[in-house]
């Protein structure tokens, strides 16, 4: 009984512990956009109840951070401490810079600065859906690190054309059998295989990296080479279609607001957080101070002519610029999140195709050279 008992302690430490580790870990990265998402829900949520109530954005985070609340964070007493210390609201949030998706602490300092702080929360919530569209995403790379981009998998392959392969065209080469050309073909090119294995690895640890790292790890690598990181950010399809959402609604409460024109553009771009999308609003904006009408000059932040005409039929409505854009806003968000996982379907998909292409050539190349061994050992 005692062995028994020990026997089955013993397995409950090693083998399940570790397992529930696993299983957690696992839990703890994939949600991770959700739960940034959640803290800053619940940020906004928290200002604009104190606004309600008639407070300052200031005292309502204090007032929250004196209850010692851990839902907002380590990082929202950090704020409040900020604030504290004398600091304005739209100083302290570029004090701590990664409490928040970069995005939204830009579109808060903007607002701020025009006085439109309580009409810029709706537009701030539109950011929160991206997170589950990271987590679906995050679901097709965890198959394909389950599947294709595994160490193990680069391990054994290494083995395989290092070790296993020599001995094969060792023996088929005594007993003089053939069939072995794909095999052999397979060896000479050990080092090409081996180099896109390894490369396909760094690529997604890299992806891996960007997922948990969040925010902070695209704002390391922005330190590194801020303008290529910049460009290529922009040049995904998905993520320029959530700069112009912000924008698009960065702008329509600035334009309800009744700021200038080009002041409005310049305020709105912040929301991107993105340099090269902001040039392009520096150069709307500058369009705008020669005469260029704004329904034109916004062209040069959208290539498909949607903006101009959305825009255009906006400015001649009744109910402001943010109740007739709002349509265009889901519509946005709707087309980023299908391209988004479009494109992670489609590596996922391609991906186990090439590494089942790749498995079966292994499989093919070696029982043709055991064949041969076998046909070549009976005439012998």
Not at 76 to 96: C, D, K, N, T, W
Not at 321 to 344: I, T, Y
Request: proline fraction near 3%.
């Amino acid at each position: 009984m005692n062995t028994l008992l020990w026997g089955g302690g013993l397995w409950f430490f090693v083998c399940l512990v570790p397992l529930g580790g696993v299983f957690y870990a696992l839990y703890f990265f994939v949600s991770l956009p959700l739960r940034r998402q959640e803290r800053a829900r619940l940020f906004l949520d928290l200002m604009e109840n104190g606004l309600k109530q008639g407070h300052s954005l200031e005292h309502t985070i204090l007032s929250a951070a004196e209850a010692r609340d851990r839902a907002l964070g380590v990082r929202f007493h950090l704020l409040a401490a900020r604030l504290e210390g004398g600091m304005g609201l739209g100083q302290a949030l570029e004090s701590v810079p990664h409490f928040l998706p970069p995005q939204i602490p830009a579109m808060l300092r903007a607002a701020l600065e025009a006085g439109v702080i309580g009409k810029i929360l709706s537009a701030c919530r539109e950011q929160l859906q991206d997170g589950v569209a990271q987590v679906w995403k995050a679901q097709n790379y965890l198959a394909l690190l389950a599947l294709v981009i595994s160490p193990a998998w680069m391990f054994v392959f290494w083995v395989l054309v290092v070790f296993v392969f020599p001995k094969y065209l060792a023996i088929a080469a005594e007993l003089e059998a053939t069939s072995t050309g794909l095999l052999q073909l397979l060896a000479q090119h050990k080092q090409l295989l081996l180099g896109c294995q390894l490369v396909l690895l760094t690529v997604f640890y890299l992806g891996l990296f960007l997922y948990v790292g969040g925010p902070r790890a695209l704002s390391w690598l922005e330190k590194i080479a801020p303008a290529l990181i910049n460009e290529i950010v922009f040049r995904l399809p998905w993520r320029r279609k959530r700069m112009q959402r912000n924008f698009s609604s960065m702008l329509a409460v600035l334009l309800d607001a009744g700021l200038p024109e080009a002041k409005a553009v310049g305020l709105a771009a912040q929301s991107a957080a993105n340099r090269t999308f902001q040039r392009r609003a520096d150069a709307v904006a500058s369009d705008l101070e020669r005469g260029v009408k704004l329904t034109e000059a916004v062209q040069r932040l959208d290539d498909s002519g949607e903006f101009h005409w959305r825009l255009t039929n906006a400015a001649h409505g009744s109910g402001g610029f943010l109740s007739a854009l709002s349509g265009w806003h889901d519509a946005l968000e709707a087309k980023a999140f299908q391209q988004e996982q479009a494109v992670a379907q489609l590596i996922t998909t391609a991906l186990v195709l090439l590494n089942g292409l790749l498995v079966g050539m292994l499989a093919v190349s070696i029982f043709r050279v055991l064949i041969a061994i076998i046909e070549a050992g009976v005439l012998w």
